[in-house]
């Protein structure tokens, strides 16, 4: 009898059931729910959408100079994500290049795509500039946009470095010391937009040599030294860039911002080197 009660007490005894916890239904719960508010919002545009991919060129080489005033394929990346494009003016309030080209842009939007959104301010470049690079009409880009263009989700980042004198940044006029002009244009640039399109900024204006004399660097072509103008087209195509004026800002001499916008109604009839330069533009945005 003593020896078949032991064997029943060394019986092991089989544990209680633990407690299902309710902690993990809850994380898949939450995880899930983060999940969907983010792809609405993503997919709903109040996310940025800064991809990079690779687009159909395997073959793609970096070019090693830039050319001066004409677009040039810089990258074979997409860095506005897929089915999109963005547009980054890169540019300076008294730019002379960048006055002159806003017209081109402006005109594109509102004569190629159809962008009825666009707030611009008119203004003049820096008095300082040497003779007739002074005082040149151009548009002011108050903020970004974005529109759709044949099932293509498209936006625009205007990017003010230095006010209209150069020597202070453009949001606040906080003086900024000659030597540290470019560094400080640079900073603008790295807080303004996604890395990939910094880093090609800054790679395609202070390390590549643009095709003309004395062929350096174009943030080393102005004295004292600065980051220049550029406008930057990203997408599905790849990557450009405008490095330089499309055409010549002392064109514009003489002539109101007033002129030029009760121009643009006429399709700038009299002023065929706006209308050419945005045609150029949107053959880029249309690729």
């Given amino acids: 009898m003593s020896n078949s009660k032991t064997k029943k007490n060394n019986k092991a005894k089989t544990p209680p059931p633990k407690p299902q916890t309710k902690t993990l239904p809850k994380v898949i719960v939450i995880v899930v729910g983060v999940v969907l508010i983010v792809t609405v919002l993503y997919f709903g545009g109040y996310i940025p959408h800064f991809h990079s991919g690779n687009t159909n060129q395997p073959n793609f080489v970096a070019p090693t100079t830039i050319t001066w005033g004409s677009f ?9 994500g897929p089915g999109q494009e963005n547009i980054y003016f890169v540019s300076w309030i008294g730019c002379p ?3 002159s080209l806003s017209w081109s842009l402006n005109y594109t939007f509102s004569h190629y795509q159809g962008v009825t959104n666009v707030r611009t301010e008119g203004h003049y470049s820096d008095p300082h500039e040497n003779g007739s690079a002074a005082n040149l009409p151009g548009l002011l880009f108050m903020d970004s946009f974005s529109y759709n263009q044949n099932g293509i989700k498209i936006s625009f980042y205007p990017v003010y470095m230095y006010n209209e004198t150069l020597f ?23 807080s ?44 599905d195509f790849g990557t450009y860039m405008l490095n330089g004026p499309i ?20 399709g700038f009839s009299g002023y065929s080197n706006i209308a050419s330069a945005a045609s150029e533009i949107n053959s880029i945005i249309s690729k």
């Fill in 72 to 80: 040039t394929e810089i990258s074979n990346q997409n860095f506005a």
């Fill in 97 to 99: 290049i960048g006055a």
């Fill in 168 to 190: 202070g940044y453009a949001n606040n006029n906080t003086p900024i010391p000659s030597s540290n002009l470019v560094s400080a244009g640079l900073s603008v640039v790295n």
């Fill in 192 to 235: 303004s937009v996604p890395p990939g399109i910094s880093s090609l900024v800054y790679k395609y204006t202070n390390l590549v040599d643009v095709s003309i004399s004395p062929y350096q660097p174009s943030a080393f072509l102005g004295t004292p030294h600065h980051m220049n103008t550029v406008l930057v087209i990203t997408g």
């Fill in 247 to 266: 055409f010549s800002p002392t064109s514009l001499s003489g002539v109101s911002y007033q002129t030029l916008e009760n121009a643009q109604s006429n």
